[in-house]
Structure formats: structure tokens, C-alpha cells
């Protein structure tokens, strides 16, 4: 999920609520810290539960970063590892700034602690400290990174896709399918689709001996040539022909919202994937990518200093 997207406040607006929680002088664990906090911010459980690509929780992401923030600014210190505890200069923060920082508030009072890491960034970049208005966890700037690159990639990979032979298609339809694990470690999954395919392109046996299987129809349709309830209904009508309980129908455009009621209501288990959760399957697993650069990042390892 993007930043755009997201439902957690900005680091810049955590930090005096941070500084509000920790008012009392007691001593917290960073735990109790975040869960308070999230309670002071208005946090609830679904922004909580967002996810950086690195699979961090975003909220935990932020709040990391406002409690480094504070740490070198002196207005929180550290009695023991994990634990935390306001300052003065903390508590005179609280008299001295608004309720709720912007990010350009949060630069002047935090970039002091910061220039160097800001002022290099910059000259790199060519754009001075002042042109700069917004000052971002670097881990988030990574993963919005990977996003955008993710999100290019995706737009890519489905028009390849949609300009692929249909043999070719369904054919990476089914082997996704083997990669998810529904073939089994053996990936029983096969194509077999063709002019005598009865109205499915592939098959996939849940178990050696094919005793429990999931039929699949691969659709390589253009961008707003969507699925309606007519092809569902067809394909539900191949899978009662195979006596099949279960059946994939996956396009590289999207369906109706009667192909979807449709397939929520039929007794038989009917999943649809349309073209945009195809390429996040793809990518996800790996099928028709491949890796190109990995970057490793590093933070202090409290333990070993405890």
C-alpha cells in the first residue's frame, strides 16, 4: 500500500502524541509506548494491521522513527533497553509546539540531528535543505520505491500478457497456479486446454491420485472486454460436467459485478482473478520475473548492547 493509501498519521504527526503519552514521567516498554499512542492518535486496528513490503507494519515503521527522533533531540532518554522516559526539554516541547507537527515544522526542529544524512541526500540529489519540505523514514521512502518500480512492472507484465499466443497464457496460468501449491510439491498442475477442452483450460490434483481437483479457464481478453455472467455460467456448466466442486476462472481483464454475484451465489466454489491480482500473483511468486537488485538495510541490534 502507498502512502497515499494509507490510513496512519504521518511520523511528524505522532511525535506529540508520543510526548503526551509519556507526560507522567513513567518509564514505558516501546510496546506500551506504541499501543498507547495509537490510542491517543486515533490508530485503529486497520491501519495497525497495514504492511510495508519488507512486511514490517507500517505504523510500527513510523513510530520507530518519531521515538529515534525524540532520542536525539534529547527530548526522550532510555533508562534500560526498550524502555523510554520524557525529559524536560520533552515536556517544555509539549508547552512549546501545536498538538498535531507537519512535516515542515517536524524538518526545522529535527534536521539538526539529522544533516548530515539530509545535507548528503541532497547534494546527491541537487536539491537544497530548503526546497526539501517533507522529511521521510528512509525504509518508507525504500518501500514506496519498490512499490512504484512493482506497479510499472505490473502495468507491463499485464499487457505482455494480454498480447501473448493463448496457448502461452494458459500455460502461465496453471504453472502460477502449481507455484501457489496447489499442485503439491509435484506440481500436478497441467494445461489442457485445446479444441476438445470441454470448456476448461487446465486441471490441478490436489492430491496423488487425483482424486480432489480444481479446473481452471484462462481468458486472455483486452482491457475493458470484461467477464460477464454468461461466461461464468458456462464454465460452471463445464465444471458440473466434470462433477468438480471447484474452478479458477482468471482474466487478464476484470468482470462484471453480475459475474461476481454470480459466482458468489452458485453452491459450487468458484474463485475469479482478473488481470490486475493476476500480475500480483505473478510478481508475488515469481513467475514470468525475475529479481534484479536486493538491497540489505541495517539498525542497531539493541540486545547486543543490553
Do not use: C
Not at 1 to 6: E, G, H
Not at 172 to 181: A, D, H, Q, S, T
Not at 266 to 274: A, E, K, T, Y
Request: no cysteine.
Amino acid at each position: 500500500m502507498s502512502n497515499d493509501a494509507s490510513q496512519v498519521p504521518t511520523w511528524p504527526a505522532l511525535v506529540m502524541p508520543t510526548l503526551h503519552v509519556l507526560s507522567d514521567g513513567a518509564v514505558r516498554q516501546r510496546r506500551v509506548v506504541f499501543d498507547a499512542v495509537a490510542t491517543e492518535a486515533g490508530v485503529d486496528a486497520v491501519a495497525r494491521a497495514e504492511m510495508l513490503n519488507s512486511g514490517v507494519p507500517r505504523y510500527e515503521q513510523r513510530m520507530g522513527w518519531v521515538l529515534s527522533h525524540l532520542a536525539k533531540a534529547g527530548w526522550v532518554t532510555r533508562p534500560e533497553r526498550g524502555e523510554y522516559l520524557i525529559t524536560d526539554v520533552g515536556r517544555a516541547a509539549i508547552e512549546k509546539y501545536p498538538p498535531v507537527l507537519d512535516f515542515t515544522l517536524a524538518r526545522e526542529i529535527f534536521i539538526p540531528y539529522w544533516e548530515y544524512a539530509i545535507a548528503a541526500k541532497a547534494a546527491k540529489a541537487k536539491v537544497s535543505i530548503e526546497e526539501s519540505t517533507e522529511v521521510k523514514d528512509p525504509i518508507e521512502e525504500i518501500d514506496d520505491a519498490v512499490s512504484r518500480i512493482e506497479l510499472e512492472v505490473a502495468q507491463d507484465l499485464l499487457v505482455r500478457l494480454r498480447g501473448s499466443h493463448p496457448d502461452f497464457f494458459e500455460e502461465v496460468v496453471v504453472e502460477l497456479l502449481n507455484k501457489m501449491g496447489y499442485g503439491g510439491v509435484e506440481q500436478r498442475g497441467k494445461r489442457i486446454g485445446g479444441n476438445n477442452d470441454e470448456g476448461v483450460d487446465g486441471v490441478i490434483d490436489q492430491d496423488a491420485l487425483g482424486l480432489d481437483q480444481v479446473y481452471v479457464q484462462a481468458k486472455r481478453y483486452k482491457e475493458g472486454n470484461n467477464i460477464g455472467r454468461e461466461k461464468i455460467q458456462s464454465f460452471v456448466g463445464a465444471l458440473q460436467g466434470f462433477g468438480a466442486s471447484r474452478g479458477v476462472f482468471i482474466t487478464t481483464s476484470t468482470f462484471t459485478p453480475n459475474a461476481v454475484t454470480y459466482a458468489n451465489n452458485v453452491p459450487l466454489r468458484v474463485i475469479l482473478i482478473d488481470g490486475l491480482k493476476l500480475v500480483d500473483l505473478m510478481i508475488a511468486y515469481r513467475v514470468g520475473v525475475e529479481e534484479d537488485k536486493s538491497f540489505v538495510v541495517v539498525k542497531i541490534d539493541e540486545d547486543y548492547f543490553g
